[in-house]
């Protein structure tokens, strides 16, 4: 017998139609690198995840394999590093929406989600049994949280 | 099922070697034709099927393999992966897009003489995989349209890696069949390489390069790029640049040494690891080894071995045989036009076909003609005019060569699309002016 999921089921999320300026917004006062994205119903759209929106401020050579393995030669400012986030921080999130490389259900072991975690996922959309509408998110934190003795905060 | 011994014997179901070798070496190439299967799997199933159903045994399809072509791929292979660590190729790169001022047509002048350099002496697809990845960042930094860049790239390592013995699968091949050394393919190729460059370059400046400019700030973005920073691991490039000096003045002397160069980039893969790993601990020194060794291109290799195999098994049943003596009659037995039809040949299917396979096909093919052409000494500018077509036919298509499509998937993947009939209205005849060249050099000094 599995014991059941410990996951968040107060969670932030995204819509597909927020730009990045939102999205970066609600990662940072969330605490988060990686949100989901929602449609109406609730149903999971993809992930818009931190590395997606680096990989934007790069120069595009740069994520091309290892041609350009390192940018310490490049003289650009953090200004300069602004002025590429203000190009594209008007941009709806659906351009770099990524379908999740894992998902859990809501009764799945507990150690999946572990081992999951352990293999380097930052946040796993926990789906209803059987569906696709996201009933919450499983983080390193809210295993750590579970892990606590009962009555422990 | 019969040991294969010769023409007379037969082998799966009775039949004749030479119509199981002919068959099975024609689906081979048609199926890696269609690049639906990866070329490895396709040409080492074609090996085994000639062994299982007779037509060579494993002995002679070990005997076969050319392990000369194939070390000296691997030892190269090795040394460039450990190179590119120490960031050797960026600085270069940078270094010569700087020495131009940023200027665009200066770069794209640059980077084509660097691709075409490095090309000379490095797998041409190596060398775009290294160079690309810059012009992309250069470019973008400019504002300026790639794709110029990348199209005068593909040509130039196509035409860098005609230069040398070691620039090119082809002239790997022809050099291990015959024994023609590194000094050879230079004297006799270099010349009319340099001359093809400019004649390439020239018409690029008209098409491309004189429309190309960018802003002044935008230069400055380029010019305060420091080379310097790109060096990521100064100790890793003095041993590199040391252990590749050693390897070509290796093959700069195989002649007096009688040093196959299989052994000296082998040997020369295996001290820049010594030099890499001392003082290291055991764990680093397996990572490290590893790393090197897996990101040799063993899919490469594994089509390598097993096209050997195939065209040992249609020499053994006597196609190869039929072959040299359809282009004998073809040609009339002229050697000077036996000699501009495979230059040509060579050129034009190398532009639709997969050269590798073709020089594989081609070299015992041109051995067998040595008895009508008074030896093998005679054949030499038959030599010269498979490796000129073969290796520049390559630039006539997108699917002309490796390398091509390489730097078409990069260029895909920022964004520049790299179509098909686009490449080829410009290529085709570009690729044309090259080998008319070509023939009239061979014409001039060979025949």
């Given at each position: 017998?599995?014991?059941?999921?410990?996951?968040?089921?107060?969670?932030?999320?995204?819509?597909?139609?927020?730009?990045?300026?939102?999205?970066?917004?609600?990662?940072?006062?969330?605490?988060?690198?990686?949100?989901?994205?929602?449609?109406?119903?609730?149903?999971?759209?993809?992930?818009?995840?931190?590395?997606?929106?680096?990989?934007?401020?790069?120069?595009?050579?740069?994520?091309?394999?290892?041609?350009?393995?390192?940018?310490?030669?490049?003289?650009?400012?953090?200004?300069?590093?602004?002025?590429?986030?203000?190009?594209?921080?008007?941009?709806?999130?659906?351009?770099?929406?990524?379908?999740?490389?894992?998902?859990?259900?809501?009764?799945?072991?507990?150690?999946?989600?572990?081992?999951?975690?352990?293999?380097?996922?930052?946040?796993?959309?926990?789906?209803?049994?059987?569906?696709?509408?996201?009933?919450?998110?499983?983080?390193?934190?809210?295993?750590?949280?579970?892990?606590?003795?009962?009555?422990?905060? | 099922?019969?040991?294969?011994?010769?023409?007379?014997?037969?082998?799966?179901?009775?039949?004749?070697?030479?119509?199981?070798?002919?068959?099975?070496?024609?689906?081979?190439?048609?199926?890696?034709?269609?690049?639906?299967?990866?070329?490895?799997?396709?040409?080492?199933?074609?090996?085994?099927?000639?062994?299982?159903?007779?037509?060579?045994?494993?002995?002679?399809?070990?005997g076969a393999?050319d392990w000369n072509t194939?070390?000296?791929?691997?030892?190269?292979?090795?040394?460039?992966?450990?190179?590119?660590?120490?960031?050797?190729?960026?600085?270069?790169?940078?270094?010569?897009?700087?020495?131009?001022?940023?200027?665009?047509?200066?770069?794209?002048?640059?980077?084509?003489?660097?691709?075409?350099?490095?090309?000379?002496?490095?797998?041409?697809?190596?060398?775009?995989?290294?160079?690309?990845?810059?012009?992309?960042?250069?470019?973008?930094?400019?504002?300026?349209?790639?794709?110029?860049?990348?199209?005068?790239?593909?040509?130039?390592?196509?035409?860098?890696?005609?230069?040398?013995l070691?620039?090119?699968?082809p002239n790997i091949m022809i050099g291990s069949a015959t024994g023609l050394t590194f000094n050879d393919f230079a004297i006799a190729l270099?010349?009319?390489?340099?001359?093809?460059?400019?004649?390439?370059?020239?018409?690029?400046?008209?098409?491309?390069?004189?429309?190309?400019?960018?802003?002044?700030?935008?230069?400055?973005?380029?010019?305060?790029?420091?080379?310097?920073?790109?060096?990521?691991?100064?100790?890793?490039?003095?041993?590199?640049?040391?252990?590749?000096?050693?390897?070509?003045?290796?093959?700069?002397?195989q002649r007096?040494?009688g040093?196959e160069p299989?052994?000296?980039?082998?040997?020369?893969?295996?001290?820049?690891?010594?030099?890499?790993?001392?003082?290291?601990?055991?764990?680093?020194?397996?990572?490290?080894?590893?790393?090197?060794?897996?990101?040799?291109?063993?899919?490469?290799?594994?089509?390598?071995?097993?096209?050997f195999?195939?065209v040992h098994?249609?020499q053994k049943?006597g196609?190869i045989d039929l072959m040299a003596q359809?282009l004998l009659?073809?040609t009339?037995g002229d050697f000077n036009v036996t000699a501009l039809a495979i230059l040509?040949?060579s050129?034009?299917?190398?532009?639709?076909?997969?050269?590798?396979?073709?020089v594989a096909t081609m070299i015992p093919l041109i051995k067998a003609m040595a008895p009508t052409f008074g030896g093998d000494a005679a054949l030499l500018p038959l030599w010269w005019a498979l490796s000129l077509g073969a290796?520049?036919?390559?630039?006539?298509?997108?699917?002309?060569?490796?390398?091509?499509?390489?730097?078409?998937?990069?260029?895909?993947?920022?964004?520049?699309?790299?179509?098909?009939?686009?490449?080829?209205?410009?290529?085709?005849?570009?690729?044309?002016?090259?080998?008319?060249?070509?023939?009239?050099?061979l014409?001039?000094r060979f025949l």
């Amino acid at each position: 017998m599995t014991t059941p999921l410990i996951y968040n089921t107060v969670f932030p999320s995204l819509r597909d139609t927020d730009t990045l300026a939102e999205a970066t917004r609600r990662m940072l006062e969330n605490h988060v690198s990686d949100l989901p994205v929602v449609d109406g119903a609730g149903r999971l759209l993809g992930m818009f995840k931190l590395e997606r929106l680096l990989a934007v401020l790069l120069p595009k050579a740069a994520t091309l394999g290892d041609g350009v393995p390192d940018l310490a030669f490049m003289s650009d400012t953090i200004e300069q590093l602004r002025e590429r986030m203000r190009e594209i921080e008007g941009a709806a999130v659906h351009q770099f929406v990524v379908e999740p490389e894992h998902v859990l259900h809501a009764d799945t072991s507990p150690f999946e989600a572990v081992l999951l975690l352990y293999k380097g996922a930052n946040a796993i959309p926990v789906f209803a049994p059987d569906s696709r509408t996201l009933v919450g998110m499983v983080s390193a934190r809210d295993v750590l949280a579970a892990l606590q003795p009962a009555g422990a905060k | 099922m019969h040991g294969a011994s010769g023409h007379e014997t037969t082998v799966l179901f009775g039949l004749h070697p030479l119509w199981v070798a002919t068959l099975l070496f024609v689906a081979t190439y048609a199926v890696i034709m269609t690049d639906k299967l990866n070329r490895a799997i396709v040409a080492l199933l074609g090996a085994g099927l000639l062994i299982l159903v007779g037509v060579l045994d494993q002995k002679e399809a070990m005997g076969a393999v050319d392990w000369n072509t194939l070390g000296l791929l691997l030892g190269m292979m090795l040394i460039v992966n450990i190179t590119r660590r120490s960031g050797l190729f960026q600085y270069v790169a940078i270094w010569s897009a700087k020495k131009v001022d940023a200027s665009p047509w200066g770069i794209m002048l640059m980077m084509s003489i660097v691709t075409a350099v490095f090309s000379a002496f490095l797998d041409n697809v190596t060398t775009v995989l290294l160079t690309v990845p810059v012009t992309l960042l250069i470019t973008e930094e400019l504002k300026v349209k790639p794709y110029p860049y990348l199209f005068a790239q593909i040509f130039a390592s196509n035409i860098g890696g005609t230069a040398t013995l070691i620039g090119d699968p082809p002239n790997i091949m022809i050099g291990s069949a015959t024994g023609l050394t590194f000094n050879d393919f230079a004297i006799a190729l270099t010349p009319v390489i340099v001359v093809i460059m400019v004649a390439t370059l020239v018409p690029l400046y008209f098409i491309w390069g004189r429309h190309l400019s960018a802003t002044d700030e935008n230069r400055r973005h380029v010019m305060g790029f420091n080379e310097r920073e790109a060096i990521t691991d100064p100790r890793l490039l003095k041993q590199s640049l040391l252990v590749i000096a050693l390897v070509i003045l290796g093959f700069m002397l195989q002649r007096q040494t009688g040093i196959e160069p299989a052994t000296i980039a082998i040997f020369g893969a295996a001290v820049l690891l010594l030099l890499d790993n001392l003082g290291k601990d055991s764990e680093t020194q397996s990572k490290n080894v590893h790393a090197a060794l897996s990101e040799a291109e063993w899919i490469t290799l594994m089509f390598f071995l097993g096209l050997f195999v195939l065209v040992h098994g249609i020499q053994k049943a006597g196609l190869i045989d039929l072959m040299a003596q359809g282009l004998l009659k073809a040609t009339g037995g002229d050697f000077n036009v036996t000699a501009l039809a495979i230059l040509w040949a060579s050129a034009v299917l190398s532009a639709f076909i997969d050269n590798i396979p073709f020089v594989a096909t081609m070299i015992p093919l041109i051995k067998a003609m040595a008895p009508t052409f008074g030896g093998d000494a005679a054949l030499l500018p038959l030599w010269w005019a498979l490796s000129l077509g073969a290796c520049l036919g390559g630039n006539g298509t997108l699917i002309g060569a490796s390398a091509n499509l390489v730097v078409a998937g990069l260029a895909e993947r920022a964004g520049t699309g790299f179509r098909f009939l686009e490449y080829l209205k410009v290529a085709f005849p570009l690729m044309l002016i090259s080998i008319v060249l070509s023939h009239l050099y061979l014409y001039w000094r060979f025949l």
